[in-house]
């Protein structure tokens, strides 16, 4: 059953367009991969999908269970049951993180906030008195908001680069996640370039410079992204104009 329709999506801003007249079909309960080499407008769409401030002035539309979200800001939208995993996880000074997954599910117990601890391989014993800040790495709070996400049971999980600050060892941790938040009826979209986490999804689009240019299974899709995709230009030129002309690099 459709999900949620995108329609000859596209975004300006700063001038530029950075993305061109997506259209996409997402079907519930399957796990799907957004693709594309850095710059490519990967995690301009997801801002846009949730209805991050400064990306709800978009031409097209975007249809979730029947009901268009255009003009429906970001907390209208989690009500319906979206939410977003960042690439980068804010940091909440002062707030513990047994408070964070409880801001999910009032109705946690301490064997439910163990259990979701556990299952993104955190040791709720050495976790669950500590605040959500920069005393935890990039890694930690990456996990942490894949819990609270389980927590939420959510209809549409939107995640943005899943894999971002997370060692080798752990991104099985985060793997196992997918799979559960799967279980529980939600659908995937994983935001990425990179092809060991498109190979957790079980449909891809390509996105380049803003636009699809490919879909299908992801096994059909992998090998032109590995071995055609560069990073695109108009984007970067995007980024630098953004900051200023410095390009950070």
Known sequence: ???????????????????????????????????????????????????????QDFEGDIIFKNESLKGLPLYKRAKKGITLGWQEPARFEGLKVKDFLKASDKNLTTNDMQE??????????????????????????????LASILAMAPKLVLLDEPDSGIDVS??????????????????????????????????????????????????DILPYFQEKCIPCKNQDAYELKKSGGKSGK
């Open 1 to 55: 059953m459709g999900l949620l329709k995108i329609k000859n999506l596209s975004l300006t801003l700063g001038g530029s367009k950075i993305l061109n007249d997506v259209s996409m079909n997402i079907n519930e309960g399957k796990v799907y991969a957004v693709v594309g080499a850095n710059g490519a407008g990967k995690s301009t769409l997801a801002a846009v999908l949730m209805g991050r401030h400064g990306y």
């Open 116 to 145: 979701l601890m556990e299952s993104v391989g955190l040791s709720s014993e050495n976790y669950i008195n500590r605040t959500v800040d920069k005393s935890l790495s990039g890694g930690e709070r990456k996990k942490l908001e």
């Open 170 to 219: 752990s991104l099985e941790n985060i793997f196992e996640a997918i799979k559960k938040l799967k279980k529980q009826g939600a659908t995937i979209i994983l935001i990425t370039h990179s092809p060991t986490v498109l190979k957790e999804a079980e449909q891809a689009f390509l996105l380049c410079n803003g636009q699809i240019i490919d879909e299908g299974k992801t096994e």
